[in-house]
């Protein structure tokens, strides 16, 4: 089969290097060889360090698209409009298989490129979308195709979960960790697709469509990111026998669907917490499976060109699923239920006056929103100075929580807006 490659960076070039290293392997597990005819860039001048001898350049990658030549593309460029979207209509208007590790694109714009796909004829895959190298498409759409999911969840992004790492090691607060992360090349240097978790946000929303037959909705995913946790928020999370991850969630109940991507408190005992540095992590629930989890890295030129190669060899070999596992004119649209209706338990942190009675005006209220505690601390005293005090919640819904801390805000002897980060039940 003889494909286009659009975008020639860091995930380009690495699927180039799996097809040049492993032709022959693959070429056994597709039936057929596998050869780069074309590619596109900006600036043809570049070393990229793998040869790209006898291939056409693009500079316009829609171009390719016509090129007779070219059975498939590849579009390794990115971004949720312009070229690549550009292209990957065009390459699917023609009937030409698209694979792409483009979650933006496919988060928004997901259900509308699905349609073109089955409309001609045309897979399109993207399994390096989510969670990079880790094969979590494919095992949610068809491993796990006897289920139906209650939930899946996970670490989506390797930056975020390098930083809260770093930060439990370390001690340190999230700005000095964020720029030792971006000298060390795990974050960009514009870094708040991730760090605000939009990036977490996208693959969630792929995720969503997979688990539940849902078309994309990644408008209607609640979305937090971690620049508000502070090396307190560590200390305390420990002390409580937790760590802090920052997790995508989706769940289904009767109600409808949530979709939310915030920091959460996730027991040390569990399989989530123990996912460390740049790693993701999938945990998926069917009924009939149980709990599925799945770890690897979510980056990377290896691990991301490993995804895009896996399905290059399922379209060249005829293995075609519908994009998100069913047919489009199956998805059928599920009311989501805002973060406010969420029933959990909660930490919370206030930073208040060491005074007499402010530990009770504080219970009072959340007694006056039938908040129960679960447990709370003050650490040390400091008579008329600032200090912190913590406390977790039993289950109560969240806009009973927020109405608390709005008022607790109030006080003349809160210092500081109230904190608060939900506890996951794993
Ligand atoms: N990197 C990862 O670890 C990773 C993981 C999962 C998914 N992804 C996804 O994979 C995609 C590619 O990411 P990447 O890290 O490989 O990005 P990258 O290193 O920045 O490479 C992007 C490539 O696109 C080319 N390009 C940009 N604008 C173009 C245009 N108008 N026409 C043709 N080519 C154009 C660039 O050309 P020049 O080189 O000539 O400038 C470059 O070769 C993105 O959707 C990303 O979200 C990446």
Redesign the pocket.
């Known amino acids: 089969m003889k494909i286009g490659v659009?975008?020639?960076?860091?995930?380009?070039?690495?699927v180039i290097k799996i097809l040049q290293s492993h032709a022959e392997l693959l070429k056994d597990r597709c039936g057929q060889e596998l050869e780069v005819v074309a590619v596109?860039?900006?600036?043809?001048t570049?070393d990229?360090g793998v040869s790209l001898d006898g291939m056409t350049w693009?500079?316009?990658?829609v171009d390719m698209v016509s090129d007779p030549n070219v059975e498939m593309i590849l579009?390794?460029?990115?971004?949720s409009e312009?070229?690549?979207k550009d292209?990957c209509v065009a390459a699917l208007k023609a009937g030409k298989p698209v694979v792409?590790?483009?979650?933006?694109?496919i988060a928004v714009h997901g259900t509308e490129l699905a349609t073109l796909a089955e409309k001609n004829d045309a897979p399109l895959n993207y399994e390096?979308?989510v969670a990079?190298g880790i094969p979590i498409v494919k095992a949610m759409r068809e491993g796990l195709s006897g289920n139906a999911i209650s939930r899946v969840y996970g670490i989506l992004n390797?930056t975020c979960n390098y930083i809260l790492t770093e930060m439990e090691e370390t001690g340190g607060d999230f700005d000095a960790i964020l720029s030792d992360a971006q000298a060390l090349g795990y974050a960009e240097a514009d870094p708040s697709f991730d760090v605000d978790g939009v990036?977490a946000a996208h693959k969630l929303a792929i995720l969503t469509s997979i688990a539940f037959g849902t078309p994309v909705d990644f408008d209607n995913v609640y979305i937090e990111g971690i620049r508000e946790v502070s090396a307190l928020d560590i200390a305390f999370a420990k002390e409580f026998g937790y760590r802090i991850r920052l997790l995508g969630v989706a769940r289904k109940n009767n109600g409808g669907i949530e979709q939310r991507v915030h920091p959460c408190m996730v027991r040390k005992d569990t399989a989530i917490a123990n996912v460390s540095g740049v790693f993701n992590a999938v945990v998926a629930e069917g009924d009939f499976v149980d709990s599925t989890v799945y770890e690897g890295r979510?980056?990377?030129?290896g691990?991301?060109a490993s995804?895009?190669v896996a399905d290059i060899v399922d379209v060249a070999a005829g293995r075609i699923s519908p994009t998100f596992g069913i047919p489009v004119g199956r998805l059928k649209a599920i009311p989501t239920m805002p973060v406010e209706s969420h029933v959990g338990c909660y930490y919370v942190r206030l930073t208040v006056l060491d005074l007499p009675g402010v530990i009770a005006d504080i219970s009072a209220t959340f007694r006056d929103e039938e908040i129960s505690i679960e447990s709370l601390l003050q650490h040390g005293r400091a008579p008329e100075e600032e200090v912190s005090v913590v406390l977790t919640t039993h289950e109560v819904k969240e806009d009973a929580l927020l109405r608390a801390l709005s008022k607790i805000e109030k006080f003349d002897h809160s210092l500081a807006k109230p904190r608060m980060i939900r506890i996951a039940k794993l």
């Open positions: 659009a975008g020639i960076g860091t995930v380009g070039v690495g596109s860039g900006r600036d043809q570049k990229r693009y500079t316009n990658a579009e390794l460029i990115g971004g312009g070229v690549a292209l792409t590790a483009n979650k933006a694109l390096a979308a990079g390797g990036d979510g980056a990377g030129e691990p991301t995804a895009v």
